[in-house]
């Protein structure tokens, strides 16, 4: 066999290799040139904003997204005003004798303490609204404001201890910013209250009424835990 005879020889042997290893290459770099584009579409998902084929998808796609950061525990300082069941002395010194000796009261059914609330937000009604050309990216849909209905727990007259407890049901009105911090929230809450050791007449005396007769001054008053309905008035914080 002559040298010419082993050069073509030699080239029909390794021709395919060379063939099989160019076109691994090729497929190689179609591999990473996918995973590049890829993750640019990933990055560039994550800063634009999902997109969605029509502005109605992208608007309800936000307004879920809404309920989801709205959805949550909120915590703020409260005003409660609070009617009793019966009247609250403020000094057993209010309560008299009049001329004709039946029992003078000076007390009060409703009164007004600070203290805290915490509730549980289940929201709804989210006001949304798109701020660009573009409003078939979700991003481009802000949440404004939003209602809330929320059971509460609220905690007031906690100068000395926790005195008054609080339950019910509020009723918010949420507005935040663009990118949904700087949340303000006022809710506005009815519930059933106790407060407790509070001074009131003892239970055989009325107020109008003669006492009984075995009945000093001092026995005419004494404090219990006390009933009633309050309205409460909060701003708060989520978290």
Known sequence: MNE????????FLFAPGICIADNNDTHSEIISNQITEDK???KDSTTTGIK???????EENAKNE?????????????????KYDKEVLKDSKEVKLRGDGTISANGSEYTASLGVELHYDFSFGHKVKCYSDDCTVSKNWNRISSHRISPYLGLFDIENGINGIAAGLIYGYTKADLENNNTKTLNFGVGWTVHKDRLVLSGDVEEGAIPPSNLTIDDYTERKDVNGLSLMVSVNFGF
């Open 52 to 58: 969605f084929s029509t502005t109605e998808d992208a």
């Open 66 to 82: 809404a309920s989801t950061d709205l959805d949550q525990f909120g915590f703020g300082p409260a005003l409660f005003i609070i």
């Open 40 to 42: 640019q579409e990933s």
């Open 4 to 11: 010419s005879t082993k050069a073509i020889f030699a080239l």
